[in-house]
DNA sequence: TATTGGCTCGATACACTGTATCGCGATGAG
DNA sequence: CTCATCGCGATACAGTGTATCGAGCCAATA
């Protein structure tokens, strides 16, 4: 006879698993799913069933779905390390413009959320708290201006960067399989010889790192503060 | 007996008006919802009703929904005026931007549709093309590099705007209101002391018109081009 | 111990979305 | 006048966020 203890019992069907819930258990789902698959994949549904949960069980955790999406940007901000304290005003930023950057990367999603709401999560705000710590100046007014146009500069950067990288997965994997959908279209565009300067840059135009390039638009806002303030 | 003609016969009201339809009109009345109530007014059945139509209609001019968004973003790319071709690159890229902003202001929804899909409409290829013109550098890679770092700072800083805007919008009209809906919360984080530079920002900073912000943040990335490039 | 009260969960429902399918009705051709 | 064609839109389907409410369980009280 066959007694032996189960060491992992198999759930019964009927009742997958009462696990306890959690907010961070809740954002952490939805956050492995939009990595995975898109803001798409986030719905209440489509969440708690990950969780082996009915809907409308969230709802004790999460009041509404914008919370759920604040949550998740919080977390976001909690992946990004803050500048060393011995930065001075341009290793840090840069620091953080990278971080913010990688952490995009990371979640592509996370761009898209920008626009929603201001973020005043408590690892939002102490994001902000390091990059205003970072830049050094004296009148607070230069720190904030200083700090918004980097935040400008890297968001919009970011975003242009992911958009690309989402045409390009879209059309099709490869460079090739690109020029080749959106190639005549272009194509018959340029032949109309109203885009000349367009026509330069697709034709002249060495294609270079991403990253390089975000680098260097960085580097004229960077520099630019410090021409301006005399550093 | 009453046999006269009615010269204006009122619509039976069983069917409202077989308008004839078209592309432009159906982005037209998109707009007009989308500029009204923001883009959730953009529904194939709201644009539909709007136009006295049947959802389905629509299908046969517009594709998809998609593409409808596609459409309308193109159509506020063709309301920003090029810059003047006697305008150096400075002043071109400063038209530029101050265009976009307007535009992005008269059309808050605009800057959400930008993490879609890139912009290959003719209006933003024209767009495109007048800014790279502007900016007269004899190395294409170099007018690439200061048009797509200034171009990712305008949305940026753009973005930043509007997202303020309707988080003021959201919780009331005034500041005030804004002060006692979120005060609670912020002076509770301040209260911390955790956030030395937010207290500072929040308490010593003076409160600027934002078109001025936007034209310090801008003139950095120009300042920086320019000290880069030696012009 | 039996009962009752409360609370937690999720099934159901509602209004809405984008879009596929298909039948009706008007319009043009023979 | 009849027939065919085709554009329109009613209907349907799968999905969304969320309000409502009933069932079931757990704990405390009689």
């Known amino acids: 006879m066959s007694n032996e203890t189960v060491w992992e ?18 954002v952490e789902a939805a ?8 803001l798409d994949e986030v719905s209440f549904r489509k969440v708690a069933a990950a969780l082996n949960a009915g809907p409308m069980r969230l709802y004790g955790y999460v009041e509404t779905k914008d919370e759920l999406l604040d949550l998740m940007v919080d977390e976001v901000y909690g992946e990004i390390t803050p500048p060393p304290p011995s930065a001075d005003w341009r290793e840090g930023l840069r620091h953080v413009a ?14 898209d959320l920008l626009s929603n709401r201001p973020h005043q999560g408590p690892n939002a705000l102490t994001h902000l708290e390091s990059t205003l710590a970072t830049v050094g100046f004296d009148d607070i007014d230069e720190v904030m201006s200083a700090v918004g146009a980097v935040m400008a500069y890297v968001f919009g950067a970011v975003r242009g960067e992911i958009t690309e990288l989402r045409a390009e997965r879209t059309t099709g994997m490869t460079e090739e399989q690109w020029q080749r959908a959106n190639g005549p279209y272009m194509e018959r565009m340029l032949a109309t010889g109203r885009y000349p300067m367009l026509g330069k840059v697709m034709h002249e135009s060495s294609d270079r790192d991403p990253e390089a390039v975000f680098d260097e638009g960085l580097d004229y806002v960077l520099l630019g503060i410090a021409t301006k303030h005399g550093l």
Chains 1, 2 share one sequence.
């Open 9 to 26: 019992r198999p759930e019964p069907p009927g009742k997958p698993s009462p696990a306890p819930l959690s907010r961070d258990l809740i």
């Open 31 to 38: 956050i492995r799913l939009a990595d995975g698959g898109g």
């Open 98 to 111: 990278h971080g913010v950057r990688a952490a995009a990367k990371r979640h592509e999603w996370f761009i």
